[in-house]
């Protein structure tokens, strides 16, 4: 079978999606590395990558990897400029039929050209991060493309067809225009998926598609994957069995779809078109709308590739032709308009007017391209994908900006509706699990950061479902946080229960992450105390000592459970690190021996044990749930915390845990790196203990001044039996010395179950990770094993937070 398209691949070959290979994705998605466009134009030009969707973004890509590796020697904006068009011209050359790589070489030479026009002067390195982005922004666009491209689609086959609501249709599709030809789900297929996750698809067949047989090695791969109710059948057989009645409709790809709606396809296309109109089967195409090319006035101006004769005259390397026949082997045919039902895209179906044979597809294009209206989705929103709730439909750079700009408080942020045509957005999700994008105005600079959640794991797809309702529970999360704490989690402007959608405050810079500021190597002296805070008014805020036992399980109903999120934590830290599990991954070989013997070690596991008890029984207080150095933002002055997706009720001790131990990795992993680090391994380790004891001090401050004497009524706050019983001011002191204790023991017993997980378990740290010399980095997670184990086993006598700091340079040290 062919390699799939390029797309995760070129972005994985830059470490952007560290955690592709940790993951368990679905076989439909295969990663190559492109390191170049020389290397790229090879493969669109041997079609390893293929689909006009794949072919522009896999270019795209590409120009990011080898610009991302080459920028420190391009000096101005105009030196990147040059080698923009430098590269797209050449990468223009490996396929000329497909428009959208066209659109996508123009559209990225013209930001060249404009960044450079503006500042010629200006730094060459900020100018190929503007590009880079562009670049990688055209992936997760393409995704929801193909998901909103479905989701019309379906609906469109379906009304098309006339069978009674509800009725599963069957259906053919030529060629494969899937995840292996796009970004992700698909154009044609993607319509396929859409009507099996609605319960709509009877049976699907695809054609072989000679000479190359995308369809019998591509489609046919991704229906057998899923487990579609499929059936491959030669190009031959479709109009005999559209004569027996067994085909409703057909839905195929497009390659370039001229201004009047002829359309260039995959060669065999126009064959089952005159096929559809004799036997009277809907014909449609289905293309994200950058496949849509109004200057191209009909299918008569299309260039049609001719591909190498050896495709026909040879199969898998052996001739199967007689010498010296002449060969004709057009890549595409030309499908008129007047064949067409539809053409599906993104921004709804394309149709002809009534008694009209050819579309305007000029005018759709540039329909399209205005506002909406005003309102908060396109003019004709798509069905939401399978599990969404209704009225969803996926964001994308464009729409993003319409959605922003009918939403006042958003839009206020933003400096006004009026202003809609000076925003731009980007997508910046990093995670594995949203969709992120920064909107911006262009004049003032204001900005505001929109995460949406979708029905899946953004970087595996559809085989990893996961509900949206995490949405809800991060947004209530993050309400709550920012109440209790509003100097350190940033201010939600709103949550769109409806579309999935969290708009927050956007963190300026110089706000960077803190992981990545640590293994910079930057110093945070406020950090400690920061974290200090926010640990100690959120979970105190939200804990019975605050509002009362009667309260606390109130909201602990009205939150629910988030029990996906749980699920996967239980998975991941408690369960799947001390069994065989396919997700399980460590530095091998030299840390197989650790592995295995964690596995076997029954005393660490019974303790974990424990652990998972409590993660599941005690809801004590609302927890962040993830409170790892990557969900935090700063600067030297400033903290916030962001990132609430895996917010329940829990343990306090999960939460300070959480951050304690991924400070202590951070440390254990500062030997790893050149140069001295002796300053920055001592400051780590001064943020352990001053954490915990601003914590401390500052959660028994709030439980004196505003804690409740629950179920007495006209008592001191924070007096646990009231002050007319003796002694109920020292039980008061006695209670909190024995609860905060209780608390630091849970703590670090969960930082070194937090600490254990990013060693041999799934999603390890950059901290660890970063350290490219294998047997140092081994070591280095070596010891760290050590202090998670005595962590988790040790807790109850390290009575004092000076002792886990002592604890972890002794073993750092060797003198443990």
Same mark, same amino acid.
């Given at each position: 079978?062919?390699?799939?398209?390029?797309?995760?691949?070129?972005?994985?070959?830059?470490?952007?999606?560290?955690?592709?290979?940790?993951?368990?994705?679905?076989?439909?998605?295969?990663?190559?590395?492109?390191?170049?466009?020389?290397?790229?134009?090879?493969?669109?030009?041997?079609?390893?990558?293929?689909? @006009?969707?794949?072919? !522009? *973004?896999? %270019?795209?890509? $590409?120009? /990011?990897?080898?610009? =991302?590796?080459? #920028?420190?020697?391009?000096?101005?904006?105009?030196?990147?400029?040059?080698?923009?068009?430098?590269?797209?011209?050449?990468?223009?050359?490996?396929?000329?039929?497909?428009?959208?790589?066209?659109?996508?070489?123009?559209?990225?030479?013209?930001?060249?050209?404009?960044?450079?026009?503006?500042?010629?002067?200006?730094?060459?390195?900020?100018?190929?991060?503007?590009?880079?982005?562009?670049?990688?922004?055209?992936?997760?666009?393409?995704? @929801?493309?193909?998901? !909103? *491209?479905? %989701?019309?689609? $379906?609906? /469109?086959?379906?009304? =098309?067809?006339? #069978?009674?609501?509800?009725?599963?249709?069957?259906?053919?599709?030529?060629?494969?225009?899937?995840?292996?030809?796009?970004?992700?789900?698909?154009?044609?297929?993607?319509?396929?998926?859409?009507?099996?996750?609605?319960?709509?698809?009877?049976?699907?067949?695809?054609?072989?598609?000679?000479?190359?047989?995308?369809?019998?090695?591509?489609?046919?791969?991704?229906?057998?994957?899923?487990?579609?109710?499929?059936?491959?059948?030669?190009?031959?057989?479709?109009? !005999?069995?559209? %004569?027996?009645?067994?085909?409703?409709?057909?839905?195929?790809?497009?390659?370039?779809?001229?201004?009047?709606?002829?359309?260039?396809?995959?060669?065999?296309?126009?064959?089952?078109?005159?096929?559809?109109?004799?036997?009277?089967?809907?014909?449609?195409?289905?293309?994200?709308?950058?496949?849509?090319?109004?200057?191209?006035?009909?299918?008569?101006?299309?260039?049609?590739?001719?591909?190498?004769?050896?495709?026909?005259?040879?199969?898998?390397?052996?001739?199967?032709?007689?010498?010296?026949?002449?060969?004709?082997?057009?890549?595409?045919?030309?499908?008129?308009?007047?064949?067409?039902?539809?053409?599906?895209?993104?921004?709804?179906?394309?149709?002809?007017?009534?008694?009209?044979?050819?579309?305007?597809?000029?005018?759709?294009?540039?329909?399209?391209?205005?506002?909406?209206?005003?309102?908060?989705?396109?003019?004709?929103?798509?069905?939401?994908?399978?599990?969404?709730?209704?009225?969803?439909?996926?964001?994308?750079?464009?729409?993003?900006?319409?959605?922003?700009?009918?939403?006042?408080?958003?839009?206020?942020?933003?400096?006004?509706?009026?202003?809609?045509?000076?925003?731009?957005?980007?997508?910046?999700?990093?995670?594995?699990?949203?969709?992120?994008?920064?909107?911006?105005?262009?004049?003032?600079?204001?900005?505001?950061?929109?995460?949406?959640?979708?029905?899946?794991?953004?970087?595996?797809?559809?085989?990893?479902?996961?509900?949206?309702?995490?949405?809800?529970?991060?947004?209530?999360?993050?309400?709550?946080?920012?109440?209790?704490?509003?100097?350190?989690?940033?201010?939600?402007?709103?949550?769109?229960?409806?579309?999935?959608?969290?708009?927050?405050?956007?963190?300026?810079?110089?706000?960077?992450?803190?992981?990545?500021?640590?293994?910079?190597?930057?110093?945070?002296?406020?950090?400690?105390?920061?974290?200090?805070?926010?640990?100690?008014?959120?979970?105190?805020?939200?804990?019975?000592?605050?509002?009362?036992?009667?309260?606390?399980?109130?909201?602990?109903?009205?939150?629910?459970?988030?029990?996906?999120?749980?699920?996967?934590?239980?998975?991941?830290?408690?369960?799947?690190?001390?069994?065989?599990?396919?997700?399980?991954?460590?530095?091998?070989?030299?840390?197989?021996?650790?592995?295995?013997?964690?596995?076997?070690?029954?005393?660490?596991?019974?303790?974990?044990?424990?652990?998972?008890?409590?993660?599941?029984?005690?809801?004590?207080?609302?927890?962040?749930?993830?409170?790892?150095?990557?969900?935090?933002?700063?600067?030297?002055?400033?903290?916030?915390?962001?990132?609430?997706?895996?917010?329940?009720?829990?343990?306090?001790?999960?939460?300070?845990?959480?951050?304690?131990?991924?400070?202590?990795?951070?440390?254990?992993?500062?030997?790893?790196?050149?140069?001295?680090?002796?300053?920055?391994?001592?400051?780590?380790?001064?943020?352990?203990?001053?954490?915990?004891?601003?914590?401390?001090?500052?959660?028994?401050?709030?439980?004196?001044?505003?804690?409740?004497?629950?179920?007495?009524?006209?008592?001191?706050?924070?007096?646990?039996?009231?002050?007319?019983?003796?002694?109920?001011?020292?039980?008061?002191?006695?209670?909190?010395?024995?609860?905060?204790?209780?608390?630091?023991?849970?703590?670090?017993?969960?930082?070194?179950?937090?600490?254990?997980?990013?060693?041999?378990?799934?999603?390890?740290?950059?901290?660890?990770?970063?350290?490219?010399?294998?047997?140092?980095?081994?070591?280095?997670?070596?010891?760290?094993?050590?202090?998670?184990?005595?962590?988790?086993?040790?807790?109850?006598?390290?009575?004092?937070?000076?002792?886990?700091?002592?604890?972890?340079?002794?073993?750092?040290?060797?003198?443990?």
């Amino acid at each position: 079978m062919a390699s799939a398209p390029t797309l995760e691949a070129i972005r994985y070959s830059r470490g952007s999606l560290q955690l592709l290979d940790q993951l368990k994705l679905p076989l439909t998605t295969t990663f190559m590395v492109v390191p170049d466009c020389a290397a790229c134009w090879q493969c669109i030009k041997d079609m390893n990558v293929r689909g @006009a969707p794949a072919i !522009a *973004i896999a %270019a795209a890509l $590409a120009l /990011a990897v080898e610009l =991302a590796a080459v #920028k420190s020697t391009l000096a101005t904006a105009a030196d990147v400029s040059a080698f923009v068009a430098e590269k797209m011209d050449y990468l223009c050359t490996s396929r000329p039929t497909a428009v959208n790589l066209g659109e996508a070489v123009d559209r990225l030479k013209a930001l060249a050209a404009s960044i450079a026009a503006d500042a010629p002067e200006g730094s060459g390195d900020a100018a190929a991060e503007r590009v880079i982005a562009e670049c990688e922004g055209m992936l997760a666009s393409d995704v @929801a493309a193909n998901r !909103a *491209i479905g %989701a019309f689609g $379906a609906d /469109a086959l379906c009304a =098309a067809v006339g #069978k009674p609501k509800g009725t599963p249709i069957r259906v053919l599709t030529h060629c494969n225009t899937g995840s292996l030809a796009t970004a992700g789900y698909g154009t044609a297929l993607g319509v396929v998926r859409a009507l099996r996750e609605s319960d709509r698809l009877e049976h699907i067949y695809c054609n072989e598609t000679r000479p190359y047989n995308q369809g019998a090695r591509l489609t046919a791969y991704e229906i057998a994957f899923e487990k579609m109710p499929g059936t491959l059948i030669c190009d031959s057989v479709a109009a !005999a069995l559209m %004569a027996k009645k067994k085909v409703d409709a057909v839905v195929v790809g497009a390659d370039r779809v001229a201004d009047n709606g002829d359309t260039a396809n995959k060669i065999g296309t126009y064959n089952l078109a005159i096929s559809c109109a004799y036997h009277g089967v809907p014909f449609f195409v289905a293309a994200p709308i950058s496949t849509l090319d109004p200057a191209t006035k009909t299918g008569a101006d299309i260039v049609i590739e001719d591909r190498p004769s050896a495709e026909v005259t040879h199969s898998l390397g052996t001739r199967v032709a007689a010498e010296g026949v002449d060969v004709w082997n057009p890549s595409f045919d030309v499908t008129p308009a007047a064949l067409i039902a539809g053409i599906i895209t993104e921004k709804g179906v394309c149709a002809k007017k009534p008694g009209d044979v050819q579309f305007e597809v000029g005018a759709f294009v540039a329909a399209a391209a205005k506002k909406n209206g005003g309102v908060s989705a396109p003019a004709s929103a798509p069905a939401p994908p399978a599990g969404a709730p209704p009225g969803f439909y996926a964001l994308d750079c464009d729409a993003v900006l319409d959605y922003c700009a009918a939403k006042p408080s958003v839009a206020a942020a933003l400096g006004g509706a009026s202003r809609r045509a000076h925003w731009s957005a980007k997508e910046v999700g990093d995670g594995n699990i949203n969709f992120v994008y920064i909107v911006t105005d262009g004049g003032s600079n204001a900005s505001v950061v929109v995460k949406q959640g979708l029905p899946y794991v953004r970087v595996v797809g559809e085989a990893w479902p996961l509900t949206q309702e995490r949405v809800r529970y991060e947004a209530e999360a993050l309400q709550f946080a920012h109440g209790y704490c509003p100097a350190h989690v940033p201010e939600v402007h709103l949550y769109d229960a409806a579309m999935s959608v969290i708009v927050m405050r956007f963190l300026e810079p110089p706000h960077i992450i803190l992981r990545g500021g640590l293994i910079a190597g930057k110093t945070y002296t406020r950090l400690a105390r920061h974290m200090g805070e926010y640990l100690a008014t959120t979970l105190f805020g939200s804990s019975a000592l605050a509002v009362g036992c009667e309260t606390l399980r109130k909201n602990r109903a009205a939150f629910g459970q988030n029990e996906d999120m749980c699920a996967l934590t239980e998975q991941v830290i408690f369960t799947e690190p001390y069994a065989e599990a396919e997700n399980n991954k460590w530095t091998s070989p030299q840390l197989d021996a650790a592995a295995a013997a964690l596995r076997a070690d029954v005393e660490m596991k019974a303790a974990i044990g424990e652990l998972k008890k409590k993660f599941a029984c005690d809801g004590a207080a609302l927890l962040h749930g993830d409170l790892h150095t990557g969900s935090i933002m700063c600067t030297e002055e400033t903290t916030f915390v962001i990132d609430h997706e895996f917010a329940f009720y829990g343990p306090m001790g999960f939460d300070v845990g959480a951050f304690l131990g991924n400070i202590l990795l951070a440390y254990f992993a500062q030997d790893g790196y050149e140069g001295d680090r002796e300053s920055q391994k001592l400051c780590l380790l001064q943020c352990v203990v001053e954490t915990w004891i601003v914590f401390e001090q500052r959660f028994t401050q709030l439980w004196n001044e505003k804690g409740v004497a629950d179920g007495t009524a006209g008592v001191t706050p924070g007096m646990v039996y009231g002050d007319q019983c003796a002694g109920g001011a020292e039980a008061l002191k006695a209670y909190q010395r024995r609860f905060l204790g209780d608390v630091l023991e849970d703590a670090l017993g969960f930082a070194g179950a937090k600490m254990t997980r990013r060693i041999v378990g799934i999603a390890h740290v950059a901290d660890l990770e970063s350290i490219e010399d294998k047997d140092k980095r081994a070591e280095r997670e070596t010891l760290a094993l050590m202090c998670a184990r005595r962590l988790v086993l040790e807790g109850k006598t390290l009575t004092n937070i000076e002792d886990v700091a002592q604890l972890a340079n002794d073993i750092n040290n060797g003198n443990a």
